[in-house]
């Protein structure tokens, strides 16, 4: 599975950006899918994740109401809409594949991790 994240860009605090991951293999439908992030200095966290066909989804309390994680299994697609951004959201942005479909927010349970995508909100 290889995974495409695309999206990222400057934007203003207050403002909107949607992340889009594109994945390339057969069996999309079977994994769990997720985002995180690395802020400048900071270790990787955890942002949302989504279950296979779409529910459950769980996010970090830090986005939570901001930003909502989205998929469509016939497009191989998942996507992290965020709104409302702050400075703090400031971060290259990766989506990660579960192939047991847990929608964990570990990092180590995620098997295949895209290139990641640059988020740079400015106040």
């Known amino acids: 599975v290889q995974l495409q994240a695309s999206g990222g860009g400057l934007v203003q605090a207050g403002g909107s950006l949607r992340l889009s991951c594109t994945a390339s293999?057969?069996?999309?439908?079977?994994?769990?899918m997720a985002w995180f992030r690395r802020a400048p200095g900071k270790e990787r966290e955890f942002v949302s994740s989504?279950?296979?066909?779409?529910?459950?989804?769980y996010y970090a309390d830090s986005v939570k109401g901001r930003f909502t994680i989205s998929r469509d299994n016939a497009k191989n697609m998942v996507w992290l809409q965020m709104n409302n951004l702050k400075p703090e959201d400031t971060a290259v942005y990766y989506c990660a594949a579960d192939v047991r479909g847990g929608a964990s927010e570990i990092a180590s349970w995620y098997d295949y991790w895209g290139q990641g995508t640059l988020v740079t909100v400015s106040s």
């Open positions: 293999g057969p069996r999309f439908s079977d994994y769990a």
């Open positions: 989504i279950a296979r066909f779409g529910s459950p989804t």
